[in-house]
């Protein structure tokens, strides 16, 4: 049955601890969706509603209140310990508490430089008055300036004020606190999920976070809000949750657990999110309903589609296809007239009462009751005074269970199919509409639930006769609800004991027999329960009507960030580095040009996971559009792409809309550093917004890119950094270290390549990750499948309960102790310190010398230049081109431009008159990257081809091909 979407309400919560410079895109993006399926939906940013509750005058009047007599007798002991930099540190909070109180407001101001209100003012007495705060990192910051400070440091020592309360909230009153992933060694580190529980109750969720969830969805402490209350008379309220890191999954738990104890069945929540997809893609406890209903998988919408089709979210019953099957009534009488033996173990509630009569006039002989379902054709014909036969033989293969509590009145109502609480599938292939499942405290209506694929006929009402016939015992359990109370016939009313033939005049009701398991919703896992019993339904994943339906809204999606006040988050200047300011320094609007990775094959990498694998572009112009309009509504004009790698055609499409928009847009994010970047591309992307890059160099060797199937080789790697450089283009790599195999000889040619690019200026900033086999990468894969006969991957003896994506593999240990010299050496390149001492100086034990040749990537350069330069003086090809730079000035025979903040001038042809150069520069602006029209220029050179040397000369100049 086709459900209106539009009859529901979704409310999508991003918990904390996430970036705090912007919003987290997932919640954009479910946003959108709902809105395309005409659901109304809000969403909200509990990550910055929660730094807001803390730091804030009442906040840390609240913190300091709380903590100042522990932070004082933790003060003492540590003088007492001989740790007397820690002990005055500490106090330090406590005699400057008055000053932090009477200064927060202003702080998060000047972090905030986007607010309504004008912080420029705050910034000379921040930086200057000696009545200001100060903690170790703010003093730090100040220490390591090469001159006096100036007002233009504010929002740095802002920022460190920041990180010196977040570290006094860590020690003295929330050891699990920091400013992004709240708790994140609790999700990975704990050994069971009952100790997660144990965790929930931490001071900064309970103190702080509690009070941000009841002013949200319970203002002035009703609890019947409008953003519940919004919702339809007799739904669910369905909650979409998002969980992008480990460090977001204690605050998930906290929220899951405080709607449902405020709202209980009023609201159907869900998980979803990065750490559940490669985390949590088997989680079955049950202990689990306490706190969701469901978890949902990959990109959701297919699952939350099926799920708003499925009635759950009304009260009505789902089956495994996702089908409504709404009520199915019967009036008149019920014969049985078949055999219905149980072969197995069959067990009847422990309270059956009849208050009616019925006619059964088959033999029912059984231990228990006999219920015949699946393989039943209905025969007869809906809403009609005649008879209906059900036909067939359907035995089940496995347990049955029903709920606890099913009470009918007299006419039984089944509203459709739903999810079996047990695992039941049919051997038969079942053309009826199924069997029906009562839930627990079902009246009348019985609320059926069926994960199977069959249903009952949308309200069929038949007043006739109802004639059931056939034999279908269970092959096995039978567990029947613990309270039917029916007024109609009578099943045996003691433990299963049948009283033979029983005659009944009056209306029959039947409990139904259980459905099969089935499949369940497309990619989402459910938690049913019934009177303290639950029960959990797997996914279904072959759905190939909702993978095209998922396509078909990745293509079309743009994301919907106008519940978001971009006003309330602070802007995080954290670093000089101007590449790694890049991610907190600005507001910037979350998007991807495509979902997944055209290459996906690198070996590292969660290749079997859909955010990876499943690769499909977006409709560029209509993101770009989409984009443009809640850039100028929210006044944030920065997008930063999260693309696994930011496919080359859809950034050359994306910056011409920017072009023919003037470039009101800057944009950054993922590439993979392959030739396709060439300079007149990357001069090209540069002049159309883009300002920064960042890509995976992973293992810099030769054969390290090799092993790691990067599917790019070195020269390209350094090609594709030089054409971005020269370009202006800022850049951010990727490093690796420990990789499956790697020598000691490896890790050490990688890091003195490195060093070659930082020397050359190739890089701007870089970061060395330590390898993590996990169990979605292809490497992995690969070994599941015989190959990688010595990888010797290992469980961890007592790992975490979600620490299992990652794995374990013989020797993964001994590149351990590279990694602080690693990252010294790295932290001084970035600053441009240290670039030519050894490598090897950078390490407290003895390593190999690097064996890559000094010159190494100065080759590679080389390459590129004389690539580049052979490239520019190819034959043009005018469909091809553009011109970056504006018009040209004509002054005595010459053309004279700027570009690149550099002057340039040309001879013009000898023979050339004031009306052809005025054809040609008419030529010129056609291809302007305003415009973007080749054929003006293309007409103009076959009547004057003495103009084609001219524009062979503007290559590289501001002449481009792309």
């Known amino acids: 049955m086709e459900v209106s979407c539009a009859e529901h309400k979704a409310i999508i919560i991003q918990p904390p601890l996430v970036q705090l410079n912007t919003a987290y895109p997932s919640g954009a993006y479910l946003s959108a969706f709902f809105k395309s399926q005409n659901v109304c939906s809000s969403w909200h940013d509990l990550s910055i509603a929660l730094i807001d509750r803390i730091f804030c005058k009442s906040g840390l009047e609240r913190l300091f209140e709380l903590t100042e007599k522990k932070a004082l007798s933790l003060a003492e002991g540590f003088a007492k310990n001989g740790e007397d930099f820690a002990a005055k540190n500490l106090k330090q909070y406590i005699l400057q508490k008055d000053l932090w109180i009477l200064w927060i407001d202003s702080i998060m101001k000047i972090l905030r430089d986007g607010s309504k209100s004008s912080s420029r003012e705050l910034t000379h007495k921040f930086v200057f008055s000696p009545f200001v705060p100060r903690g170790m990192r703010m003093e730090s910051y100040l220490e390591k300036l090469d001159a006096m400070p100036t007002a233009d440091d504010a929002r740095n020592l802002a920022g460190a004020a920041l990180e010196d309360l977040a570290d006094y909230i860590n020690v003295a009153f929330d050891k699990d606190f920091a400013l992004i992933r709240y708790a994140e060694s609790i999700a990975v580190g704990k050994k069971s999920f009952g100790e997660i529980e144990g965790s929930l109750d931490s001071p900064v969720l309970k103190e702080f976070y509690e009070k941000v969830l009841e002013q949200v969805f319970c203002p002035g402490g009703r609890e019947d809000t409008k953003i519940m209350g919004e919702a339809k008379e007799g739904r669910r309220c369905l909650v979409c949750i998002s969980l992008p890191f480990a460090g977001t999954f204690t605050p998930a738990l906290f929220t899951g657990r405080f709607l449902k104890q405020r709202y209980g069945s009023k609201v159907f929540i869900s998980f979803g999110g990065g750490f559940i997809n490669t985390e949590l893609r088997d989680f079955d406890l049950p202990e689990f309903e306490r706190y969701a209903d469901a978890i949902s998988l990959d990109r959701g919408y297919g699952s939350y589609r099926r799920l708003l089709e499925s009635g759950i979210l009304s009260g009505k019953y789902f089956s495994g296809n996702g089908t409504s099957t709404g009520n ?257 320094d600005g507001s910037w609007i979350k998007a991807y040009l495509a979902h997944g990775c055209y290459w996906h094959k690198c070996a590292f990498c969660d290749v079997t996971l859909d955010y990876v694998c499943s690769y499909k572009m977006t409709d560029i112009e209509h993101l770009y559009s989409g984009l443009l309009e809640q850039a100028k509504e929210k006044g944030v004009y920065g997008i930063h792409f999260v693309d696994e790698a930011l496919p080359p055609a859809g950034c050359i499409r994306f910056a011409k809309c920017n072009l023919k928009e003037g470039t009101p847009l800057s944009y950054w994010g993922n590439v993979r550093f392959e030739k396709v970047y060439s300079r007149d591309m990357a001069d090209f992307l540069c002049f159309g917004g883009l300002t920064g890059v960042s890509g995976g160099i992973e293992i810099a060797t030769g054969n390290g890119l090799d092993k790691i199937s990067k599917g790019t080789d070195l020269d390209s790697i350094v090609s594709a950094c030089c054409a971005f450089k020269e370009a202006g283009i800022l850049i951010h790599a990727y490093m690796i270290y420990g990789y499956f195999g790697e020598s000691a000889q490896d890790t050490i040619n990688s890091m003195e390549t490195l060093r070659q690019f930082f020397e050359l200026g190739l890089l701007d900033s870089c970061f060395w990750h330590k390898f993590v086999l996990t169990r979605h990468s292809r490497i992995y894969d690969e070994w599941k499948h015989g190959l990688h006969s010595d990888l010797c991957p290992t469980e961890e003896e007592g790992a975490g309960l979600f620490a299992k994506n990652g794995l374990h593999f013989k020797g993964e240990g001994d590149s351990k102790k590279f990694g602080r010299g690693l990252n010294l050496a790295l932290n001084s390149w970035m600053h441009g310190e240290k670039l030519g001492m050894n490598v090897c100086k950078w390490f407290d034990f003895k390593t190999p010398m690097p064996t890559v040749a000094h010159d190494l990537v100065q080759k590679a350069v080389e390459k590129y230049e004389l690539r580049r330069n052979a490239e520019w003086k190819s034959p043009l090809n005018i469909k091809r081109c553009l011109w970056l730079s504006s018009r040209p000035l004509v002054c005595k025979n010459k053309l004279e431009w700027q570009y690149m903040q550099e002057n340039h001038s040309l001879a013009l042809p000898s023979g050339a008159d004031s009306k052809s150069v005025n054809e040609f520069l008419l030529a010129m602006e056609g291809i302007s990257a305003k415009i973007q029209q080749t054929k003006p220029m293309e007409d103009f050179v076959k009547k004057r081809p003495d103009f084609l040397p001219l524009l062979q000369k503007m290559r590289g100049k501001g002449l481009v091909q792309v």
Not at 413 to 442: R, W
Not at 460 to 487: L, Q
Not at 552 to 557: G, W
């Open 328 to 584: 199915a009534t019967s009036t008149g009488s019920g014969v049985s007239t078949g055999n219905a033996t149980s072969t197995s173990g069959v067990t009847f509630p422990e309270c059956v009462t009849s208050t009616g009569n019925g006619t059964s006039t088959g033999s029912a002989t059984s231990t228990g009751s006999a219920i015949s379902t699946g393989n039943a054709t209905a025969t007869g014909s809906e809403n009609s005074t005649g008879s209906a036969t059900f036909t067939g033989s359907a035995p089940h293969t496995s347990s049955v269970t029903f709920p606890e509590c099913v009470t009918s009145t007299g006419n039984a109502t089944a509203t459709g199919s739903g999810v079996s609480t047990g695992s039941t599938p049919h051997t038969g292939s079942e053309n009826s509409t199924g069997s029906v499942t009562f839930p627990a405290s079902a009246t009348s209506t019985g609320s059926a639930i069926s994960t199977g694929s069959e249903n009952f006929p949308c309200d069929t009402a038949s007043s006739g006769s109802a004639t059931f016939t056939g034999s279908a015992p269970p092959t096995s359990g039978v567990t029947f609800p613990e309270s039917v109370t029916s007024t109609g016939s009578a099943p045996p009313t003691v433990n299963g004991t049948s009283s033979g033939s029983e005659a009944s005049t009056g209306s029959a009701t039947s409990t139904g027999s259980a459905p099969p398991t089935g499949s369940g919703i497309y990619k989402m896992r459910l938690w049913l329960s019934s009177n303290g019993k639950t029960a959990t339904i797997a996914p279904s994943k072959d759905d190939g009507e909702m993978a095209a339906f998922e396509n078909s809204v990745t293509k079309s999606l743009v994301p919907d960030y106008s519940d978001i006040d971009f006003s309330l988050y602070p802007r995080m200047a954290d670093d000089t580095n101007p590449m790694q300011r890049l991610w907190s």
